[in-house]
């Protein structure tokens, strides 16, 4: 996916175990999203970067942090992974109108 | 608060055989609705995005409309390639987009 580079591709971590998932853009939007993606429960948003220096909770934070290290960068921490944080995540970056957002490739992590 | 249904969940299709997945929305205001398609393993991919009741735009074999409370997305004799699951999502006010959980779209040659 052009624009937008996730780093790891996949990662196994042991509960209790921390990671840092990497999002950088070569897009210059001022907006930046972590989504994650769940079988049945579709894509739901833990953080946004409306901005350099500035970030905002989605629908499900707990259990997240979030940096926004310049325009080009948001990464997106686990400090203790649980079981429940097994997901594929997905940073997009843009603005809503008039062609919604960019999205990486995706990291597909697993907790065990 | 935003809230996106889409159905069928999963709908499987002969090659050529016409249909349509359907986007049911409840929102404050709307500003867009958008359709994105996602491959297995891939993130999701910009398709269109509506702004009006009435509103109707193609691609290829794609159709999106819009009313006051839903979108469709008709897809004309569809083939094996457009295999797929197809994402609704809606924006409102300035917050970020609301997706829905997708239709899996299985078309059999």
């Known amino acids: 996916n052009a624009g937008v580079t996730q780093t790891p591709k996949f990662q196994v971590l042991k509960t209790g175990q921390s990671m840092t998932l990497q999002c950088a853009q070569d897009?210059?939007?001022?907006?930046m999203y972590w989504y994650r993606q769940d079988p049945g429960m579709g894509l739901r948003l833990i953080y946004y970067s409306a901005s350099e220096g500035t970030t905002d909770k989605g629908e499900v934070p707990n259990g997240y942090n979030v940096s926004r290290l310049n325009k080009r960068e948001f990464s997106l921490r686990l400090e203790s992974a649980a079981p429940s944080q097994t997901s594929v995540y997905f940073c997009?970056?843009?603005?809503?109108?008039?062609?919604?957002?960019?999205f990486g490739s995706g990291t597909r992590l697993t907790v065990v | 608060e935003d809230q996106v249904t889409q159905s069928p969940e999963a709908l499987r299709l002969q090659e050529g055989e016409s249909s349509s997945l359907n986007c049911s929305y409840t929102?404050?205001?709307?500003?867009?609705l958008f359709w994105y398609r996602q491959d297995p393993g891939k993130g999701p991919e910009f398709l269109f995005t509506l702004y009006s009741a009435g509103e109707e735009k193609e691609k290829e074999r794609l159709k999106a409309t819009l009313t006051k409370k839903e979108s469709f997305l008709h897809i004309t004799a569809p083939k094996p390639e457009d295999s797929a699951t197809y994402l609704c999502?809606?924006?409102?006010?300035?917050?970020?987009?609301?997706f829905g959980k997708g239709t899996r779209l299985s078309v059999i040659a």
């Open positions: 897009m210059n939007h001022n907006s």
């Open positions: 999502a809606v924006h409102s006010g300035n917050t970020p987009l609301v």
């Open positions: 997009t970056i843009g603005q809503e109108v008039p062609y919604g957002y960019t």
């Open positions: 929102v404050s205001g709307l500003r867009g």
